[in-house]
């Protein structure tokens, strides 16, 4: 039985954006709670094998990656070579700009991100310079561009450019952990993605693409 308010509350949330603004039925909200059970599914295997391996496979920009790939699984983002491709570029680009922008202009004693939280001061206000400034900003900037030039648009890739550009990952072989965390989220995204119903953009295109050919061919 529908609760009372719940047209109410409905209108509310159109009205914010926290719903799309289309008839709402009870397969559109099962839908929200698969969603959300496959993000959090998702999530979790992910961080119990970063548990297991002590490796950081988890971070901050695969949360705002499990959104795309769940909420809008159909659409240009959330393609997969665009995710791989993207969050590999960004990692890249952050962990070199970090290298040569922080520690090779700022100086070897620069510190990271996390070891300032922890001390709360600055050997000199250079170092803020570079690694709040400099390096992020530049970062940032090359993966746009990087994105746009090679049709793999993914925007939480620009987080972690960020990750790797305020020195919070500062090795190299690090971007091979990041990829790793990144993969087993696409392989978890394509697999719930399939048992909720929903078939990668690639798979979709050529289905399409198949049937209009079948139906030229007849007429």
């Known amino acids: 039985m529908k609760p009372k308010n ?20 009870h397969g559109q909200r099962w839908m929200l709670i698969i969603d959300a059970l496959n993000a959090l599914l998702s999530m979790a295997i992910v961080g119990g094998l970063a548990l297991v391996f002590r490796e950081p496979m988890l971070f901050p920009s695969l949360g705002a990656t ?23 570029m960004a990692a890249f680009i952050g962990w070199a700009t970090f290298y040569l922008v922080a520690i090779k202009m700022g100086g070897d004693h620069q510190v990271n991100v ?3 939280f922890q001390t709360g001061t600055l050997q000199s206000q250079m170092d803020g310079i570079w690694l709040y400034v400099a ?7 090359l993966t746009l561009a990087a994105m746009v030039a090679t049709h793999t648009e993914h925007s939480p890739a620009a987080s ?9 990952f500062q090795h190299a072989w690090q971007i091979g952990i990041v990829m790793v965390g990144v993969t087993i989220l696409l392989i978890c995204g394509a697999v719930l993605n399939r048992l909720a119903g929903f078939e990668p953009e690639s798979i979709k295109h050529n289905k399409e693409a198949r049937i209009k050919g079948d139906h030229s061919n007849k007429t």
């Open 160 to 168: 972690t450019t960020l990750v790797f550009a305020l020195g919070i």
């Open 135 to 141: 390096s992020p900003a530049i970062a940032t900037g």
């Open 66 to 88: 499990a959104y795309v790939l769940f909420a809008h699984p159909h659409e240009h983002q959330g393609q997969f070579k665009n995710t791989f491709f993207s969050h590999l």
């Open 6 to 25: 719940w047209s109410f509350m409905k209108n509310i949330f159109q009205k914010i954006h926290w719903v799309p603004p289309r008839k709402w039925g």
């Open 114 to 116: 996390l070891d300032i």
